[in-house]
């Protein structure tokens, strides 16, 4: 016994010692299986063996996220290079990462379930160990020391020395320096072997691009971006290796200046930065003494970030101070929105004008001139040969006009939201440019700042002197008010002795209302007690809460909606007129109304009870497959609705609040349309976009975003065409989660890519069989169709049933336009 002993720790000696002249022959730190990092503590991190890399937790806001960072000795900050699950909620200080043979694993310490990082392929092994490598890249290998994964393979806003960002990767960049989640641009390379640079939320197209490598037609077709170790970012032909088939940014024919230090040592890394900014960093580290280190900055894509588009928001421009930084302004009339939105956009501080009734427009408005102003935008209307003062003259007449460029003669006029403005600084250039910004005259006068000078043109403001008419203006507003108190008071007690007399019409005009539309008349305490007393809701729709309750000897099923404020404040003749336009509603895809209640500020609608709930749960919340067929019938289903609503019932109705929620199932799964007809009561006096509260505002149509524009059924069916296409691909027409890149984060765009590359089989859900490709197909293009932007190009709804049943020829779609225009 004591000799096996013995032998078995002669073994163990050689072993270990034979392990670790291995790690030092690799220059590799060893992470073995089942070792674990937690935020806090001594084993926060897996450094590399040199110390300049490491993996593990890094405080971020209010948690903590996993990722890769280079250590500096000598700084209090944290350069990140690379994070896991960036976009996903952060961990608490009580978290574990393990790693096991499955991969890495993240307990959160709240009780929830484990979360995996996402190191696993289909083919992939067993983990047998992992290691931080000195170049930047953690890597997992199996028992054959093969690579699993690595992060390498999978960047984020950072390429590392010997990394390559291939064909159809993408660099994104972050929202901020302390929040690495994913902010407002990306990089891709194309498979065309170009690198382009976009916003995130953009059509992708060229118009959107704002930095390019240019390299589509070059001799050789490049297909990944590399950096090497000497700090050269190079574009370099898929096959070859040499320095003939290669294309460096920062390649120059001076040599490269050598660090005057002996014991230095250098990691380049290139970053799409926070404001879109692809930049080259040398990060040096020097031995001598005390440890330091500094950061250099060896090359960047655009010396002047205000080239980057979306760097500012709506309604807003960039222009640089005197240190050289870009910084975002409102135009004259407009202030920063209160949104949290990145970056913020600006919003106009009037009311809606007088501009369509207005017979002289020009007296409306004043204009702003900035002088070298470039907008990212297509001008609407291009008119040449124009002098300037006709120009904003042109443009005021215009009440959709927001602006514009006047450049050589010609008046180029832009609609709001003016987008991606930038001054330009360029004294080279011959071509005069000068921006009219189109302000009320109520507001400011301007005084326009015309000059030679090559720095930023400020606007200069000069604001009225209106002294004397405001106080003339609050006189008579308070002699007004006075008058108006001393009527009502006489009004009150003159009249007051006929309230029951209107109490007793007001009853009489009910029961004519209530012969008129057939339905039965409630009493409140009566459906206060067939609901219990309102305490089981089944819903919240944009106009009021839905209870369910019972009435009747056969405790018929109900569904009582209690409408809210915007619809209760509505007179009573108004609220009856609009009910009996919906009660004269019959059709097999539309709820029915039974009954109502009018008591006071008291406003109830009583509808049959549809058993099924919404078509959002069916699409979005259950695991129930839907074959194309069912797919074809909820679409028809919906689309026979609107045509009703929109062509066939005694009153033209537009619905304005198209949504998932808003179109219910009953026992046979026939999709029937709830809450039509009550947006012209909302309307009244409120702003119309409220009906897009609670989340349904992505399916409203883009003219709902300007006060002026008008209202048809063609806005229905724009919300439909989201609708159809949601349908499709069971998912919702904007996703942050679950995808597998940025394009298709916006549901129309992402449809439209896949259409167009004739990959249609994208859209099908993994695992999913039995697909119909024709009806795939049919759906697809008429989807495509309903969610133009232009109202002229979308269908009528009879139109739409006549594609969907194939009796009527589809033509190829355009693309739908940009989301911001």
């Known amino acids: 016994m004591a000799s096996t002993l013995v032998l078995f720790l002669q073994f163990f000696v050689i072993f270990t010692i034979e392990a670790t002249h291995t790690t030092e022959k690799n220059n590799v730190s060893i992470i073995p299986l089942r070792s674990s990092l937690s935020p806090k503590g001594k084993n926060s991190s897996w450094p590399s063996s040199s110390g300049h890399f490491a993996f593990g937790f890094y405080p971020e806001g209010s948690g903590f996220a996993v990722g890769i960072w280079i250590v500096t000795p000598s700084e209090n900050t944290t350069t990140v290079v690379w994070t896991a699950n960036r976009d996903a909620p952060k961990v608490s200080s009580k978290s574990m990462l393990n790693l096991t043979e499955q991969g890495l694993l993240i307990q959160n310490g709240r009780g929830d379930s484990p979360n995996n990082i996402d190191t696993r392929d289909s083919n992939s092994g067993l983990v047998s160990w992992a290691a931080m490598l000195d170049s930047g890249n953690f890597v997992l290998y199996d028992d054959d020391s093969d690579v699993i994964w690595q992060s390498f393979d999978h960047p984020t806003d950072t390429v590392?020395?010997?990394?390559?960002?291939?064909?159809?990767?993408?660099?994104v960049s972050s929202i901020s320096k302390s929040d690495h989640s994913s902010g407002c641009f990306y990089l891709t390379m194309q498979t065309d072997g170009n690198i382009v640079a976009y916003p995130l939320y953009s059509g992708s197209s060229e118009l959107d691009a704002y930095w390019a490598s240019n390299t589509l037609n070059q001799m050789y077709q490049y297909q990944k971006l590399g950096l090497n170790n000497q700090g050269f970012l190079c574009l370099n032909e898929g096959g070859g290796g040499g320095s003939s088939d290669r294309l460096c940014f920062n390649d120059s024919n001076k040599p490269r200046k050598k660090s005057s230090h002996n014991n230095t040592t250098s990691i380049y890394r290139a970053t799409l930065d926070v404001d879109g900014n692809l930049r080259l960093y040398e990060h040096q580290f020097h031995f001598e003494g005390n440890n330091s280190s500094g950061v250099v900055i060896l090359w960047q894509a655009l010396n002047d970030t205000c080239l980057v588009k979306g760097l500012c928001g709506l309604n807003s421009y960039c222009s640089s101070d005197l240190s050289g930084d870009a910084v975002c302004k409102c135009y004259p009339g407009f202030v920063h929105s209160n949104t949290k939105s990145v970056p913020m956009d600006c919003i106009q501080t009037h009311s809606k004008d007088d501009c369509e009734s207005s017979e002289d427009r020009t007296l409306l408005y004043n204009f702003t001139r900035f002088e070298n102003m470039h907008w990212g935008d297509v001008p609407y209307s291009v008119i040449p040969m124009m002098k300037m003062k006709t120009c904003e003259k042109a443009c005021a007449q215009d009440c959709g006009c927001g602006g514009a460029i006047y450049t050589n003669g010609t008046c180029n006029k832009f609609r709001l939201p003016l987008i991606w403005g930038r001054t330009q600084n360029d004294s080279s250039s011959t071509t005069v440019s000068v921006a009219l910004v189109k302000t009320p005259n109520i507001f400011i006068a301007i005084s326009p700042p015309i000059s030679n000078n090559t720095n930023e043109s400020k606007p200069k403001v000069v604001i009225d002197n209106k002294k004397n008419l405001i106080m003339i203006l609050a006189l008579t507003l308070g002699v007004v008010s006075l008058i108006c108190l001393v009527m009502a008071v006489s009004i009150f007690f003159t009249y007051r002795r006929q309230v029951i007399r209107y109490a007793m019409l007001s009853e009489s005009e009910k029961l004519e209302f209530t012969e008129e539309c057939s339905l039965r008349s409630f009493s409140f305490d009566e459906l206060v007690k067939s609901t219990g007393e309102f305490s089981e809701e089944i819903g919240r729709g944009s106009f009021g809460t839905v209870y369910k309750g019972k009435i009747g000897d056969n405790n018929r099923s109900i569904a009582v909606k209690r409408l809210d404020e915007r619809i209760a404040e509505e007179g009573e003749r108004e609220f009856q007129a609009e009910i009996t336009a919906i009660a004269r509603t019959h059709h097999r895809n539309l709820v029915k109304l039974i009954g109502f209640c009018i008591e006071g500020s008291k406003k109830l609608l009583v509808y049959e009870f549809v058993s099924k709930g919404s078509l959002a749960n069916l699409l979005f919340e259950q695991e129930t497959r839907i074959t194309w067929k069912e797919r074809m019938k909820l679409a028809l289903d919906v689309a026979r609705g609107l045509l009703y609503l929109h062509e066939e019932c005694e009153v033209r109705i537009i619905h304005c609040n198209i949504n998932p929620r808003n179109i219910l199932m009953d026992e046979a799964w026939t999709a029937k349309i709830s809450d039509f007809g009550l947006a012209r009561l909302s309307k009244r006096g409120h702003s119309r976009t409220k009906i897009g509260d609670h989340g349904?505002?992505?399916?409203?149509?883009?003219?709902?975003?300007?006060?002026?524009?008008?209202?048809?059924?063609?806005?229905?069916?724009?919300?439909?065409?989201?609708?159809?296409?949601?349908?499709?691909?069971?998912?919702?027409?904007?996703?942050?989660?679950?995808?597998?890149?940025?394009?298709?984060?916006?549901?129309?765009?992402?449809?439209?890519?896949?259409?167009?590359?004739?990959?249609?089989?994208?859209?099908?859900?993994?695992?999913?069989?039995?697909?119909?490709?024709?009806?795939?197909?049919?759906?697809?293009?008429?989807?495509?169709?309903?969610?133009?932007?232009?109202?002229?190009?979308?269908?009528?709804?009879?139109?739409?049933?006549?594609?969907?049943?194939?009796?009527?020829?589809?033509?190829?779609?355009?693309?739908?336009?940009?989301?911001?225009?």
Not at 162 to 168: I, K, P, V, Y
Request: aromatic fraction near 8%; include cysteine.
């Open 160 to 171: 590392l020395g010997g990394q390559n960002l291939t064909s159809g990767d993408d660099l």
């Open 696 to 821: 349904s505002s992505r399916y409203l149509a883009p003219e709902w975003q300007k006060e002026d524009a008008s209202v048809s059924v063609k806005s229905d069916i724009y919300s439909f065409g989201v609708i159809l296409l949601e349908i499709i691909c069971l998912r919702r027409s904007i996703e942050m989660n679950n995808i597998s890149s940025a394009d298709e984060i916006l549901l129309s765009s992402w449809v439209y890519q896949c259409f167009a590359a004739g990959q249609l089989n994208k859209l099908i859900r993994y695992g999913e069989k039995n697909v119909d490709w024709k009806i795939l197909e049919r759906m697809v293009k008429v989807g495509l169709w309903c969610v133009q932007n232009h109202q002229s190009l979308r269908p009528t709804m009879k139109n739409v049933i006549l594609m969907l049943e194939a009796l009527k020829e589809i033509p190829v779609p355009p693309p739908p336009t940009r989301l911001v225009e």
